[in-house]
Nanobody, 122 residues
Framework: EVQLVESGGGEVQVGGSLRLSCAAS????????MSWVRQAPGKGLEWVST????????SYADSVKGRFTISRDNARNTLYLQLNSLKTEDTGVYYC???????????????RGQGTQVTVSS
């Protein structure tokens, strides 16, 4: 059974940093495409970043490029998202997702964790 457990969220001020973690079990995350998506209050899921299986090639939404970094530790079967230079518009619940989708709506049908709240205050 696929299980994903996110942690590391919290409240920070504008310009601050956080590191999110996603502990995976029930499959080998290191060979799987893995993604982070987020959901702002009252809005739908928004793709943030993906790391491809095997190649570890990362990709980012334009809104976070240059500020967020996706990575993983295969030995720990854990996915990470480093969030730097945070803005108020980064506020939301961040979810770890197994797989990737061609559009935001597709992420709703992929396995994901319970999410971790990130709140950026000015």
């Amino acid at each position: 059974e696929v299980q994903l457990v996110e942690s590391g969220g919290g409240e920070v001020q504008v310009g601050g940093s956080l590191r999110l973690s996603c502990a995976a079990s029930g499959f080998t995350s290191g060979v799987s495409d893995m993604s982070w998506v987020r959901q702002a209050p009252g809005k739908g899921l928004e793709w943030v970043s993906t790391i491809l299986g095997w190649s570890n090639w990362p990709s980012y939404a334009d809104s976070v490029k240059g500020r967020f970094t996706i990575s993983r530790d295969n030995a720990r079967n854990t996915l990470y998202l480093q969030l730097n230079s945070l803005k108020t518009e980064d506020t939301g619940v961040y979810y770890c997702v197994k797989g990737r989708s061609v559009d935001n709506a597709g992420y709703g049908s992929l396995p994901r964790g319970q999410g971790t709240q990130v709140t950026v205050s000015s």
